[in-house]
């Protein structure tokens, strides 16, 4: 079963305009990280912002900020006032333990691949 | 300084051809890892190790084999290339293997089998 799930393979938004990224997870683990990383079209793949399961509050980190909806669970990334440089692709990934093991899994999602408008 | 790179970055190999993949981190962490990134972009974890340990060995072909010399080296040998084996291969670090930790990328090796 797919644990994270990225419906938008595609997205365009205004430059300096605000842009949501969707991301829903599926754990039945109550102990959970998720995370966004960006990858440029030069291929590497950057850290963005991480939200803990047990975190009050949402996740900011200067532009980028975590819509955390646990019951819905969904980690919606948000980055306000859009950037040409943000032009990339998006990937939310989650961390947790696979039930009846104590192995820790990372999962990806399929990306999103935003596209900044000038 | 380069928290986490890979060498080669580019690897163009005939089918058939033994090659390696070497990654090194200089964060200190304890576990590291190795991704492979198709054409579509999907990410999938082949392999994590913990202190030098395997801890996840997904379900890929045994000609791909880790090696990890020490905790800040995990190296990635691939045997008898295939055609299908042409993807961009992430290794990762990160702290521990708690929910918490984050996941640092190195630059990724892109392979091309011809």
């Known amino acids: 079963a797919q644990k994270i799930t990225q419906t938008q393979p595609g997205m365009f938004v205004q430059e300096k305009e605000a842009v949501t990224l969707d991301c829903t997870y599926d754990?039945?683990?109550?102990?959970?990280?998720l995370f966004w990383y960006k990858q440029p079209s030069s291929g590497e793949m950057i850290f963005l912002i991480y939200?803990?399961?047990?975190?009050?509050q949402n996740a900011t980190e200067g532009r980028y900020s975590l819509n955390f909806q646990k019951a819905r669970k969904s980690a919606n990334l948000v980055i306000s006032a859009s950037q040409l440089g943000d032009s990339a692709m998006y990937f939310c990934a989650m961390r947790d333990v696979e039930t009846g093991t104590t192995g820790n899994q990372f999962y990806f999602g399929t990306g999103t691949s935003l596209t900044v408008i000038p | 300084d380069t928290a986490v790179s890979q060498t080669p970055k580019y690897l163009v190999t005939q089918m058939g051809n033994d090659k390696s993949i070497k990654c090194e981190q200089n964060?200190?962490?304890?576990?590291m890892y190795w991704y492979k990134q198709d054409s579509k972009k999907f990410l999938k974890i082949m392999f994590s190790?913990?202190?030098?340990?395997?801890?996840i060995n997904e379900t890929v072909p045994n000609r791909f084999s880790p090696k990890s010399p020490d905790k800040a080296h995990l190296n990635l040998h691939i045997n008898s290339l295939e055609l299908g084996d042409s993807a961009v291969y992430f290794c990762?670090?990160?702290?521990?293997?708690?929910?918490?930790?984050?996941?640092?990328f190195g630059p990724g090796t892109r392979l091309l089998v011809l």
């Open positions: 990762a670090s990160s702290r521990g293997t708690s929910g918490r930790e984050t996941q640092y």
């Open positions: 754990t039945s683990d109550p102990s959970y990280g």
């Open positions: 190790y913990n202190n030098k340990e395997l801890i």
């Open positions: 964060l200190g962490h304890d576990t």
């Open positions: 939200q803990g399961s047990y975190d009050q």
